[in-house]
């Protein structure tokens, strides 16, 4: 299951955030809630070609995409030091694939700010401080053991090598910098995913507004510079307000939103930029049984699709019927149209899926 963990610091919306995409109904409160359980909740991914598909096949089943979004306790400065709640539960931060960062920018005199002023890229920078301070911790613990594995002489060549990069990882972390702003090879990636570094994960900042901060907003110009500096993408979502959308029912939310002008929802917003985040796509197969959206990484190759379904299909894979989404629907959902179109393509193992391909496996157990 994909995960998408939230972070901040305490009383920035969170869990108003959390709220409005999953409309679990969180707790919510204008005092540190001390509590370090974090929220869960599955989400279905909103995706226009999947309704469709239902819409034309009435199957008796039908199973949208999901990803995981998990709620954290606030990170406060020096967390990492043992102020705060500590930052034991950055191990709940560690098991993500993707970071959520909300990031206060709302003015609320009724919800105290724990540095006293608004200021989001310095909470910004707070909370990437505790994050690049947690992953330093990592790179201790493993450069002590590889020392004294060293002493002994009993490093392997890999442990050599692991040992060189791993001091460059530290002079670069103590330097305050992120691990993804240090150029890792695919290889290098793949030899360090066990230690689920914090500053590796692929990161977006949620900017949390009051529904009154429209256009430009004067608080936010140093944030976002630096953050398209950085190549982060920001953004914006009214946090209470559509908190509060979300327990309308759909007709008051329509108009609602008109009256916000909000075009498409902060909870259809952020689901949409959490999955291109995490680098995503989705597949799909359909008939009158079942409509399903499964879920990928980009890259993957048509034997994994087939495992996503079962893995016999992976096992026996024979080959897959591919067929662009686009060209399905303009050939009245039909697997033989297509086929007589030549619209629909036989492919074999190695083939790259694409987002929205309509996929049927073809295998032999
Ligand atoms: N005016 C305004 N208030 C907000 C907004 N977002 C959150 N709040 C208020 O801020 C307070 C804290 O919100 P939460 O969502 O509980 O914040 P949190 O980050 O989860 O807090 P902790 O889990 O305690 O760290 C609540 O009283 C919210 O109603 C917003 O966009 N505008
Ligand atoms: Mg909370």
Redesign the pocket.
């Known amino acids: 299951m994909l995960k998408c963990g939230i972070v901040?610091?305490?009383?920035?919306?969170?869990?108003?955030?959390?709220?409005v995409i999953t409309r679990a109904g969180?707790?919510?409160?204008?005092?540190?809630?001390?509590?370090t359980e974090p929220n869960r909740a599955l989400v279905n991914v909103p995706d226009k070609r999947f309704d469709k598909l239902v819409e034309i096949f009435k199957p008796k089943s039908e199973k949208p995409a999901d990803v995981e979004f998990v709620?954290?306790?606030?990170l406060s400065r020096d967390a990492g030091k043992g102020a705060g709640l500590g930052n034991s539960f950055l191990s709940f931060v560690s098991e993500s694939e993707a970071l959520l960062h909300?990031v206060?920018?709302?003015?609320?005199s009724?919800?105290p700010h724990p540095e006293n002023s608004i200021d989001p890229l310095r909470d910004w920078r707070i909370v990437e401080a505790e994050l690049i301070y947690r992953d330093l911790g990592v790179i201790s613990n493993r450069l002590a053991r590889l020392e004294e594995k060293k002493a002994k002489k009993k490093l392997t060549p890999a442990e050599v090598s692991e040992l060189e990069l791993i001091k460059e990882l530290e002079a670069h972390l103590l330097n305050e910098r992120p691990l993804r702003e240090f150029n890792l090879t695919d290889e290098q990636k793949k030899s360090l995913s066990g230690f689920a570094f914090l500053t590796l994960k692929p990161e977006l900042i949620v900017l949390?507004?009051?529904?009154t901060q429209t256009g430009d907003v004067p608080e936010l110009k140093a944030l976002e510079a630096e953050m398209s500096a950085k190549n982060l993408k920001c953004v914006r979502?009214?946090?209470?307000?559509?908190?509060e959308l979300e327990q309308l029912d759909p007709e008051d939310r329509a108009e609602f939103m008109k009256d916000l002008s909000i075009t498409e929802p902060g909870r259809d917003r952020l689901i949409h930029e959490a999955y291109k985040l995490l680098g995503l796509i989705s597949f799909f197969t359909s008939g009158t049984d079942e409509v399903r959206a499964w879920t990928l990484r980009e890259g993957a190759d048509a034997v994994e699709a087939a495992g996503t379904i079962h893995s016999d299909l992976a096992r026996g894979f024979i080959r897959a019927q591919v067929v662009a989404y686009d060209d399905f629907i303009a050939n009245n959902a039909s697997m033989s149209q297509c086929r007589d179109k030549g619209v629909l393509r036989l492919e074999g193992k190695e083939y790259k899926v694409q987002d929205g391909d309509m996929i049927e496996i073809r295998f032999n157990v």
């Open positions: 901040g610091l305490p009383l920035s919306g969170k869990s108003t955030v959390f709220n969180a707790e919510v409160k204008p005092y540190a809630s001390g509590k709620d954290l306790a606030g909300v206060r920018v709302f003015k609320n009724a919800v949390n507004l009051d529904y979502v009214y946090g209470a307000t559509e908190m």
